[in-house]
Protein backbone atom coordinates (compact mmCIF):
# COMPACT_ATOMS: atom_id res chain seq x y z
CA UNK A 1 0.00 0.00 0.00
CA UNK A 2 1.38 3.35 -0.80
CA UNK A 3 2.46 5.63 1.72
CA UNK A 4 3.40 9.46 2.26
CA UNK A 5 7.34 9.80 2.04
CA UNK A 6 7.31 12.61 4.79
CA UNK A 7 5.66 11.33 7.57
CA UNK A 8 5.05 7.95 6.79
CA UNK A 9 1.11 7.92 7.29
CA UNK A 10 -0.66 5.25 4.63
CA UNK A 11 -2.76 6.20 2.15
CA UNK A 12 -5.70 5.10 4.29
CA UNK A 13 -4.91 7.36 6.95
CA UNK A 14 -5.06 10.81 5.07
CA UNK A 15 -7.60 12.71 2.46
CA UNK A 16 -5.43 12.62 -0.11
CA UNK A 17 -1.82 11.49 -1.00
CA UNK A 18 -0.28 13.34 -4.18
CA UNK A 19 2.09 11.10 -6.28
CA UNK A 20 5.10 11.81 -7.58
CA UNK A 21 8.28 10.44 -9.49
CA UNK A 22 9.99 8.65 -6.90
CA UNK A 23 7.45 8.94 -3.91
CA UNK A 24 4.06 10.72 -2.63
CA UNK A 25 3.04 13.27 -0.55
CA UNK A 26 -0.15 13.55 1.52
CA UNK A 27 -2.53 16.32 1.79
CA UNK A 28 -1.69 17.04 5.11
CA UNK A 29 1.79 17.33 4.86
CA UNK A 30 1.68 19.92 1.99
CA UNK A 31 -0.32 22.08 4.47
CA UNK A 32 2.14 21.93 7.07
CA UNK A 33 4.95 22.90 4.49
CA UNK A 34 2.69 25.98 2.61
CA UNK A 35 2.27 27.10 6.49
CA UNK A 36 5.72 27.03 7.28
CA UNK A 37 6.44 28.76 3.57
CA UNK A 38 4.32 31.72 4.45
CA UNK A 39 6.15 31.91 8.08
CA UNK A 40 9.44 31.90 6.39
CA UNK A 41 8.21 35.18 3.92
CA UNK A 42 7.24 37.42 6.97
CA UNK A 43 10.30 36.72 8.75
CA UNK A 44 12.42 37.36 5.23
CA UNK A 45 13.56 40.51 3.79
CA UNK A 46 10.11 41.14 1.54
CA UNK A 47 6.47 41.44 2.53
CA UNK A 48 3.84 40.95 0.78
CA UNK A 49 0.35 42.23 -0.28
CA UNK A 50 -1.91 39.81 -1.89
CA UNK A 51 0.73 38.25 -4.35
CA UNK A 52 2.87 42.21 -4.52
CA UNK A 53 6.29 40.56 -3.01
CA UNK A 54 7.78 43.99 -2.02
CA UNK A 55 11.72 44.54 -1.67
CA UNK A 56 13.28 47.42 -0.03
CA UNK A 57 14.24 50.84 -1.28
CA UNK A 58 18.00 49.99 -1.86
CA UNK A 59 16.36 46.43 -3.43
CA UNK A 60 14.17 48.28 -5.95
CA UNK A 61 16.95 50.55 -7.00
CA UNK A 62 19.37 47.46 -7.52
CA UNK A 63 16.39 45.74 -9.63
CA UNK A 64 15.86 48.93 -11.22
CA UNK A 65 19.42 49.67 -12.35
CA UNK A 66 19.43 46.22 -13.98
CA UNK A 67 17.26 47.95 -16.99
CA UNK A 68 18.11 51.35 -16.15
CA UNK A 69 21.02 53.31 -16.75
CA UNK A 70 21.66 56.10 -14.84
CA UNK A 71 19.25 58.69 -13.14
CA UNK A 72 20.44 57.57 -9.71
CA UNK A 73 18.38 60.46 -7.78
CA UNK A 74 15.44 59.50 -9.57
CA UNK A 75 15.65 55.90 -9.38
CA UNK A 76 15.92 56.93 -5.32
CA UNK A 77 13.02 59.28 -5.27
CA UNK A 78 10.92 56.26 -7.33
CA UNK A 79 11.76 53.77 -4.93
CA UNK A 80 10.92 55.39 -1.61
CA UNK A 81 8.16 56.65 -3.09
CA UNK A 82 6.36 53.08 -4.46
CA UNK A 83 8.01 51.48 -1.11
CA UNK A 84 5.73 54.13 0.91
CA UNK A 85 3.28 53.42 -1.25
CA UNK A 86 2.51 49.88 -1.09
CA UNK A 87 3.54 50.17 2.96
CA UNK A 88 0.78 52.63 2.67
CA UNK A 89 -1.18 49.75 1.49
CA UNK A 90 -0.54 47.51 3.95
CA UNK A 91 -1.34 49.56 7.10
CA UNK A 92 -3.60 48.11 9.81
CA UNK A 93 -6.51 50.01 10.75
CA UNK A 94 -5.17 52.31 13.31
CA UNK A 95 -6.67 54.05 16.39
CA UNK A 96 -4.36 56.79 16.58
CA UNK A 97 -6.11 58.70 13.16
CA UNK A 98 -2.91 58.80 11.54
CA UNK A 99 -3.84 58.26 7.28
CA UNK A 100 -0.68 57.21 5.24
CA UNK A 101 -1.52 59.85 2.53
CA UNK A 102 -0.52 58.55 -1.23
CA UNK A 103 2.46 59.65 -3.21
CA UNK A 104 1.82 60.44 -6.31
CA UNK A 105 4.78 60.96 -8.73
CA UNK A 106 5.41 63.39 -11.56
CA UNK A 107 8.97 62.94 -13.43
CA UNK A 108 10.36 65.92 -15.25
CA UNK A 109 12.61 65.14 -17.89
CA UNK A 110 13.94 65.46 -21.81
CA UNK A 111 12.57 63.37 -24.38
CA UNK A 112 14.83 59.76 -24.60
CA UNK A 113 15.88 59.63 -21.10
CA UNK A 114 13.93 57.36 -19.20
CA UNK A 115 10.64 58.25 -17.67
CA UNK A 116 8.24 55.38 -18.82
CA UNK A 117 10.81 53.00 -18.68
CA UNK A 118 11.16 53.56 -15.35
CA UNK A 119 7.98 53.43 -14.52
CA UNK A 120 7.16 49.92 -16.77
CA UNK A 121 9.92 48.45 -14.35
CA UNK A 122 8.79 49.19 -11.54
CA UNK A 123 5.55 47.70 -12.42
CA UNK A 124 7.78 44.31 -14.08
CA UNK A 125 9.03 44.31 -10.38
CA UNK A 126 6.15 43.92 -8.13
CA UNK A 127 4.13 42.30 -10.62
CA UNK A 128 1.13 44.77 -10.63
CA UNK A 129 -1.44 45.75 -13.23
CA UNK A 130 0.55 49.05 -15.01
CA UNK A 131 -1.12 50.83 -17.67
CA UNK A 132 0.67 54.02 -20.17
CA UNK A 133 -1.85 56.26 -21.20
CA UNK A 134 -1.13 59.53 -23.08
CA UNK A 135 -2.54 62.67 -21.64
CA UNK A 136 -2.89 64.14 -25.43
CA UNK A 137 -5.39 61.91 -26.03
CA UNK A 138 -7.71 63.23 -23.20
CA UNK A 139 -10.70 65.85 -23.32
CA UNK A 140 -13.50 67.40 -21.34
CA UNK A 141 -16.41 65.07 -21.33
CA UNK A 142 -18.48 65.76 -24.18
CA UNK A 143 -15.63 66.42 -27.01
CA UNK A 144 -14.04 64.81 -29.66
CA UNK A 145 -11.07 62.01 -27.68
CA UNK A 146 -11.19 60.20 -24.84
CA UNK A 147 -12.80 60.48 -21.47
CA UNK A 148 -10.92 60.60 -18.26
CA UNK A 149 -12.35 57.49 -17.08
CA UNK A 150 -10.57 55.70 -20.28
CA UNK A 151 -7.71 55.60 -17.91
CA UNK A 152 -8.62 53.37 -15.68
CA UNK A 153 -10.15 51.32 -18.90
CA UNK A 154 -6.61 50.87 -20.08
CA UNK A 155 -5.53 49.34 -16.40
CA UNK A 156 -8.79 47.08 -15.92
CA UNK A 157 -7.79 45.90 -19.38
CA UNK A 158 -4.03 45.38 -17.83
CA UNK A 159 -5.56 43.50 -14.65
CA UNK A 160 -7.79 40.90 -16.61
CA UNK A 161 -10.70 43.05 -15.45
CA UNK A 162 -9.81 41.83 -12.18
CA UNK A 163 -11.18 45.10 -10.22
CA UNK A 164 -9.37 43.96 -7.17
CA UNK A 165 -6.27 44.07 -8.88
CA UNK A 166 -6.94 47.07 -11.05
CA UNK A 167 -7.07 49.02 -7.80
CA UNK A 168 -3.73 48.36 -7.03
CA UNK A 169 -1.95 49.01 -9.55
CA UNK A 170 -0.12 51.76 -11.41
CA UNK A 171 -0.58 54.29 -14.09
CA UNK A 172 1.84 56.10 -16.51
CA UNK A 173 0.13 59.58 -17.85
CA UNK A 174 3.02 60.33 -20.20
CA UNK A 175 2.81 63.36 -21.57
CA UNK A 176 1.19 65.11 -18.70
CA UNK A 177 2.76 68.84 -19.80
CA UNK A 178 0.87 68.54 -22.96
CA UNK A 179 -2.76 69.54 -21.00
CA UNK A 180 -0.83 72.63 -19.42
CA UNK A 181 -3.27 75.72 -19.79
CA UNK A 182 -2.11 78.10 -21.84
CA UNK A 183 -1.50 80.72 -19.26
CA UNK A 184 -0.62 81.39 -15.71
CA UNK A 185 -3.65 82.93 -15.15
CA UNK A 186 -7.62 80.74 -15.20
CA UNK A 187 -8.92 80.57 -18.62
CA UNK A 188 -11.79 82.38 -19.15
CA UNK A 189 -12.85 80.30 -22.94
CA UNK A 190 -12.98 76.53 -23.19
CA UNK A 191 -9.62 75.10 -22.71
CA UNK A 192 -11.33 71.50 -23.71
CA UNK A 193 -7.86 69.25 -23.70
CA UNK A 194 -6.11 71.53 -21.20
CA UNK A 195 -7.31 73.03 -17.60
CA UNK A 196 -10.83 71.04 -18.32
CA UNK A 197 -8.46 67.67 -18.01
CA UNK A 198 -6.85 68.79 -15.14
CA UNK A 199 -9.79 69.25 -13.27
CA UNK A 200 -11.17 65.92 -14.36
CA UNK A 201 -7.69 64.22 -13.41
CA UNK A 202 -8.50 65.68 -9.46
CA UNK A 203 -10.53 62.79 -8.58
CA UNK A 204 -8.83 60.39 -10.07
CA UNK A 205 -5.27 61.54 -8.36
CA UNK A 206 -6.45 62.06 -4.73
CA UNK A 207 -8.91 58.88 -4.41
CA UNK A 208 -12.45 58.10 -5.66
CA UNK A 209 -14.71 55.62 -6.58
CA UNK A 210 -15.09 56.25 -10.37
CA UNK A 211 -17.61 54.12 -12.56
CA UNK A 212 -15.23 53.18 -15.35
CA UNK A 213 -16.74 51.76 -18.84
CA UNK A 214 -14.71 48.48 -19.53
CA UNK A 215 -14.84 48.35 -22.92
CA UNK A 216 -14.11 52.75 -23.56
CA UNK A 217 -17.20 55.29 -22.96
CA UNK A 218 -18.53 56.44 -26.75
CA UNK A 219 -18.43 53.68 -28.52
CA UNK A 220 -20.73 51.43 -25.90
CA UNK A 221 -23.39 53.81 -24.53
CA UNK A 222 -25.28 50.85 -23.11
CA UNK A 223 -22.73 48.99 -21.05
CA UNK A 224 -22.58 48.04 -17.72
CA UNK A 225 -20.17 50.49 -15.75
CA UNK A 226 -17.57 48.99 -13.43
CA UNK A 227 -17.27 50.64 -9.76
CA UNK A 228 -13.25 51.24 -9.42
CA UNK A 229 -11.65 52.88 -5.97
CA UNK A 230 -8.84 54.73 -7.05
CA UNK A 231 -7.27 55.80 -3.48
CA UNK A 232 -4.38 53.22 -3.56
CA UNK A 233 -3.39 53.16 -7.09
CA UNK A 234 -0.61 54.51 -7.80
CA UNK A 235 -0.49 57.42 -10.56
CA UNK A 236 3.06 58.54 -12.12
CA UNK A 237 3.41 61.44 -14.11
CA UNK A 238 6.18 62.15 -16.73
CA UNK A 239 6.72 65.19 -19.59
CA UNK A 240 9.40 66.43 -21.18
CA UNK A 241 8.16 70.05 -19.95
CA UNK A 242 9.47 71.85 -22.96
CA UNK A 243 10.12 75.43 -22.31
CA UNK A 244 9.98 75.15 -18.27
CA UNK A 245 14.27 75.57 -18.19
CA UNK A 246 13.13 79.24 -18.93
CA UNK A 247 10.65 79.41 -16.06
CA UNK A 248 13.65 77.61 -13.88
CA UNK A 249 16.32 80.53 -15.00
CA UNK A 250 13.84 83.10 -14.20
CA UNK A 251 12.95 82.62 -11.13
CA UNK A 252 17.14 81.86 -9.83
CA UNK A 253 17.82 84.97 -11.47
CA UNK A 254 15.05 86.63 -9.53
CA UNK A 255 16.41 85.13 -6.33
CA UNK A 256 20.17 86.40 -7.13
CA UNK A 257 20.28 89.59 -6.15
CA UNK A 258 22.47 91.56 -3.34
CA UNK A 259 26.40 91.30 -2.76
CA UNK A 260 26.98 87.56 -3.27
CA UNK A 261 24.74 87.39 -6.59
CA UNK A 262 28.01 86.80 -8.81
CA UNK A 263 29.24 83.81 -6.08
CA UNK A 264 25.45 82.03 -6.53
CA UNK A 265 25.52 82.10 -10.44
CA UNK A 266 28.67 80.68 -10.87
CA UNK A 267 27.33 77.88 -8.68
CA UNK A 268 24.44 77.32 -11.18
CA UNK A 269 25.05 74.40 -14.07
CA UNK A 270 23.26 76.02 -16.57
CA UNK A 271 23.76 73.23 -18.97
CA UNK A 272 21.39 70.98 -16.47
CA UNK A 273 18.44 73.64 -14.83
CA UNK A 274 16.35 70.79 -14.55
CA UNK A 275 18.05 69.75 -10.95
CA UNK A 276 16.45 72.99 -9.79
CA UNK A 277 13.12 72.44 -10.60
CA UNK A 278 10.54 73.02 -7.53
CA UNK A 279 6.76 72.08 -7.71
CA UNK A 280 5.95 76.25 -8.22
CA UNK A 281 8.03 75.95 -11.96
CA UNK A 282 5.17 73.19 -12.46
CA UNK A 283 2.52 75.17 -11.50
CA UNK A 284 4.07 78.35 -13.96
CA UNK A 285 4.36 76.45 -16.42
CA UNK A 286 0.78 75.63 -16.29
CA UNK A 287 -0.33 72.97 -13.99
CA UNK A 288 -3.25 73.53 -12.00
CA UNK A 289 -2.42 73.84 -8.40
CA UNK A 290 -4.52 71.28 -7.23
CA UNK A 291 -2.90 69.03 -9.67
CA UNK A 292 0.92 70.08 -8.18
CA UNK A 293 -0.44 69.47 -4.62
CA UNK A 294 -1.96 65.85 -5.71
CA UNK A 295 1.66 65.00 -7.10
CA UNK A 296 3.90 65.36 -3.94
CA UNK A 297 6.94 63.22 -5.14
CA UNK A 298 8.78 65.29 -8.06
CA UNK A 299 11.79 64.31 -9.62
CA UNK A 300 13.49 65.43 -12.60
CA UNK A 301 15.75 63.44 -14.99
CA UNK A 302 19.27 63.90 -16.28
CA UNK A 303 20.06 64.52 -19.59
CA UNK A 304 22.25 61.67 -21.00
CA UNK A 305 26.05 62.03 -21.94
CA UNK A 306 27.91 60.11 -24.38
CA UNK A 307 28.85 57.42 -21.62
CA UNK A 308 25.48 56.74 -20.73
CA UNK A 309 24.02 56.29 -24.07
CA UNK A 310 26.65 53.41 -24.86
CA UNK A 311 26.05 51.90 -21.53
CA UNK A 312 22.55 51.79 -22.75
CA UNK A 313 23.61 50.38 -25.97
CA UNK A 314 24.97 47.00 -24.11
CA UNK A 315 24.67 46.86 -20.49
CA UNK A 316 21.05 47.03 -19.28
CA UNK A 317 19.22 43.07 -19.50
CA UNK A 318 17.20 44.32 -21.92
CA UNK A 319 19.69 46.17 -23.75
CA UNK A 320 19.23 47.03 -27.81
CA UNK A 321 22.63 45.25 -28.65
CA UNK A 322 21.54 42.08 -26.78
CA UNK A 323 18.15 42.30 -28.18
CA UNK A 324 19.66 42.03 -31.94
CA UNK A 325 21.81 39.38 -30.73
CA UNK A 326 19.04 37.43 -29.96
CA UNK A 327 16.99 38.02 -32.99
CA UNK A 328 19.98 36.87 -35.17
CA UNK A 329 20.49 34.28 -32.76
CA UNK A 330 17.67 31.90 -33.65
CA UNK A 331 18.78 32.27 -36.73
CA UNK A 332 21.71 30.54 -35.91
CA UNK A 333 24.15 33.66 -36.63
CA UNK A 334 26.13 34.60 -33.72
CA UNK A 335 26.37 38.75 -34.01
CA UNK A 336 29.00 40.83 -33.38
CA UNK A 337 29.27 45.28 -32.52
CA UNK A 338 32.80 46.46 -32.31
CA UNK A 339 33.78 48.61 -29.67
CA UNK A 340 34.04 51.60 -33.21
CA UNK A 341 30.74 51.08 -34.40
CA UNK A 342 29.09 51.63 -30.97
CA UNK A 343 31.11 54.80 -30.59
CA UNK A 344 29.46 55.27 -33.99
CA UNK A 345 25.86 55.18 -32.97
CA UNK A 346 26.29 57.04 -29.83
CA UNK A 347 27.65 59.89 -32.10
CA UNK A 348 24.67 59.99 -34.42
CA UNK A 349 21.89 59.74 -31.30
CA UNK A 350 23.94 62.61 -29.86
CA UNK A 351 23.13 64.79 -33.17
CA UNK A 352 19.36 63.92 -33.43
CA UNK A 353 19.13 65.11 -29.94
CA UNK A 354 16.84 61.93 -29.33
CA UNK A 355 18.29 60.70 -25.87
CA UNK A 356 18.13 56.70 -25.91
CA UNK A 357 15.07 56.72 -27.98
CA UNK A 358 16.89 57.61 -31.38
CA UNK A 359 19.69 54.52 -30.33
CA UNK A 360 16.92 52.48 -31.28
CA UNK A 361 16.03 53.96 -34.63
CA UNK A 362 19.73 54.62 -35.79
CA UNK A 363 20.73 50.49 -35.02
CA UNK A 364 17.38 49.64 -37.02
CA UNK A 365 18.80 52.02 -40.26
CA UNK A 366 22.17 49.82 -39.75
CA UNK A 367 20.81 46.70 -39.40
CA UNK A 368 17.96 46.65 -41.96
CA UNK A 369 19.83 44.86 -44.93
CA UNK A 370 21.49 42.54 -42.81
CA UNK A 371 18.28 41.31 -40.85
CA UNK A 372 16.81 41.26 -44.57
CA UNK A 373 19.42 39.72 -46.57
CA UNK A 374 20.95 37.13 -43.62
CA UNK A 375 18.17 34.41 -42.77
CA UNK A 376 18.06 33.06 -46.34
CA UNK A 377 22.32 32.84 -46.77
CA UNK A 378 24.57 30.13 -45.23
CA UNK A 379 26.28 32.34 -42.77
CA UNK A 380 26.94 31.68 -39.20
CA UNK A 381 29.10 34.79 -37.85
CA UNK A 382 28.10 38.62 -38.53
CA UNK A 383 30.44 41.81 -37.43
CA UNK A 384 29.11 45.39 -37.20
CA UNK A 385 31.79 47.29 -37.73
CA UNK A 386 32.50 51.42 -37.91
CA UNK A 387 32.81 51.01 -41.56
CA UNK A 388 29.56 48.98 -42.64
CA UNK A 389 27.59 51.19 -39.70
CA UNK A 390 28.51 54.13 -41.70
CA UNK A 391 28.15 52.85 -45.29
CA UNK A 392 24.43 51.69 -43.99
CA UNK A 393 23.27 54.23 -42.27
CA UNK A 394 24.00 56.72 -45.22
CA UNK A 395 22.06 55.32 -47.70
CA UNK A 396 19.29 55.10 -44.72
CA UNK A 397 15.81 57.36 -45.00
CA UNK A 398 17.02 58.37 -41.14
CA UNK A 399 20.25 60.34 -42.71
CA UNK A 400 18.61 61.72 -45.55
CA UNK A 401 16.03 63.20 -43.75
CA UNK A 402 18.57 64.52 -41.43
CA UNK A 403 20.27 66.33 -44.38
CA UNK A 404 16.82 67.44 -45.68
CA UNK A 405 15.98 69.38 -41.62
Known amino acids: MDKCSLCGRKEIEVNMLFTGVDGHVCDECIERGYEILMEEKKSSDTFSIGDIKLLKPKQIKEFIDQYVIGQEYAKKVLSVAVYN ?8 SSKDDVDIEKSNIIMVGETGTGKTLLARTIAKMLHVPFAIVDATILTE ?14 LLQAADYNVEAAERGIVFIDEIDKIARKGDN ?3 TRDVSGEGVQQGLL ?3 EGSVVNVPPQGGRKHPDQKMIAVNTKNILFVCGGAFDGIKRVIAKRMNTQVVGY ?21 DIRKFGLIPEIVGRLPVLTHLEPLDR ?9 PKNSIIKQYEKLFKMDKIKLN ?5 LEFIVDQAISFKLGARGLRSICESIMLEAMFNMPSEDIKEF ?14 AIMKFKNVG
Do not use: C, M
Open 141 to 154: AGYVGEDIESLLTR
Open 307 to 315: EALKQILTE
Open 337 to 341: FKDDA
Open 85 to 92: HYKRLSQP
Open 383 to 396: TVDRVYAEAKLDKS
Open 186 to 188: PSI
Open 203 to 205: KLL
Open 260 to 280: GSHKVQAQIDKENLLQYIVPD
